[in-house]
T-cell receptor, first 113, second 112 residues
Framework: DTGVSQDPRHKITKRGQNVTFRCDPISEHNRLYWYRQTLGQGPEFLTYFQNEAQLEKSRLLSDRFSAERPKGSFSTLEIQRTEQGDSAMYLC???????????FGPGTRLTVL | TQLLEQSPQFLSIQEGENLTVYCNSSSVFSSLQWYRQEPGEGPVLLVTVVTGGEVKKLKRLTFQFGDARKDSSLHITAAQPGDTGLYLC????????????WGLGTSLAVNP
């Protein structure tokens, strides 16, 4: 399967714990996006990488959130000191520079108890 | 700020019926994508429309882009239970990052 993959698919954690999610984009795609989606809403943009450079961060991304893409391939999204309001589906998408279409992974559903 | 409005927000119909969902904006779209999302999964791209007045068909789904590129519609003919899902429209925001701006979606339930 050469699509976008995300791991884990589901994460249940207690408030205050740290969590880390991984995204593996389509191999030739140099753009990588993170979005967050809560129930009944469309996805909301969190951050964007072109290769290893993080070029934009949404105001939604508080100081507790950090994202990396160290070698311009896979990316990680870490949430420190999780809060119940962080419960959501975290989606990763990738695209090539030459086209504007974004392809999404299956998402990681986070539940903070 | 470009906003996408989708209607209706919820739709519950019987198998075999036809339906149309809408996506509107006060701004001109450079392009518009329609996605379908099932519970617990990521959005899956259905179609992209770029040219004003464009019509694209995908089996029983017909997508139309308004002449002024400010609105789009998705029409499903003879809906089936497998069509159940969340239908989302999205468009590229301003700037070079090409981040997607999304509507809230239309949640469709097709009952057998």
């Amino acid at each position: 399967d050469t699509g976008v993959s995300q791991d884990p698919r589901h994460k249940i954690t207690k408030r205050g714990q740290n969590v880390t999610f991984r995204c593996d984009p389509i191999s030739e795609h140099n753009r990588l996006y993170w979005y967050r989606q809560t129930l009944g809403q469309g996805p909301e943009f969190l951050t964007y990488f072109q290769n290893e450079a993080q070029l934009e961060k949404s105001r939604l991304l508080s100081d507790r959130f950090s994202a990396e893409r160290p070698k311009g391939s896979f990316s990680t999204l870490e949430i420190q000191r999780t809060e119940q309001g962080d419960s959501a589906m975290y989606l990763c998408a990738s695209s090539a520079s030459s086209v504007y279409l974004q392809f999404f992974g299956p998402g990681t559903r986070l539940t903070v108890l | 700020t470009q906003l996408l409005e989708q209607s209706p927000q919820f739709l519950s119909i019987q198998e075999g019926e036809n339906l149309t969902v809408y996506c509107n904006s006060s701004s001109v779209f450079s392009s518009l994508q329609w996605y379908r999302q099932e519970p617990g999964e990521g959005p899956v791209l259905l179609v992209t429309v770029v040219t004003g007045g464009e019509v694209k068909k995908l089996k029983r789904l017909t997508f139309q882009f308004g002449d002024a590129r400010k609105d789009s519609s998705l029409h499903i003919t003879a809906a089936q239970p497998g069509d159940t899902g969340l239908y989302l429209c999205a468009s590229q925001g301003p700037g070079n990052n090409r981040k997607l701006i999304w509507g809230l979606g239309t949640s469709l339930a097709v009952n057998p």
